[in-house]
Nanobody, 125 residues
Framework: QVQLVESGGGLVQAGGSLRLSCAAS????????MGWFRQAPGKEREFVAA????????YYADSVKGRFTISRDNAKNTVNLQMNSLKPEDTAVYYC??????????????????WGQGTQVTVSS
């Protein structure tokens, strides 16, 4: 069983940066993929980024490519999401998730077995 706890959300002006962290209790195995998703009010939850624990391969939604960077810290069992050049449309609750079988495609929400509670990111214009 894996428990995920997100931190780092907050309020930032457009063009600013935030760094989200996801701490996993319980061991993250090399077979896992860790992902970030987000959900804006009135919208469906959508894929943001993912990282394959075994080799560090990364995947991004087109809307965040070049602005967001996902990374992992094996020793600390954490996954980070560095968000730069933030836009008002990035406003959402951001969720960390884990796929215990590293299935493809990485953007498929239903593949993720474990979810955090979410952290709010608000970008003001």
């Amino acid at each position: 069983q894996v428990q995920l706890v997100e931190s780092g959300g907050g309020l930032v002006q457009a063009g600013g940066s935030l760094r989200l962290s996801c701490a996993a209790s319980g061991r993250i195995f090399s077979s896992y993929t860790m992902g970030w998703f987000r959900q804006a009010p009135g919208k469906e939850r959508e894929f943001v980024a993912a990282i394959r624990w075994s080799d560090g391969s990364t995947y991004y939604a087109d809307s965040v490519k070049g602005r967001f960077t996902i990374s992992r810290d094996n020793a600390k069992n954490t996954v980070n999401l560095q968000m730069n050049s933030l836009k008002p449309e990035d406003t959402a609750v951001y969720y960390c998730a884990a796929d215990s079988m590293a299935r493809r495609p990485q953007f498929k929400l239903s593949f993720y077995d474990y979810w955090g509670q979410g952290t709010q990111v608000t970008v003001s214009s």
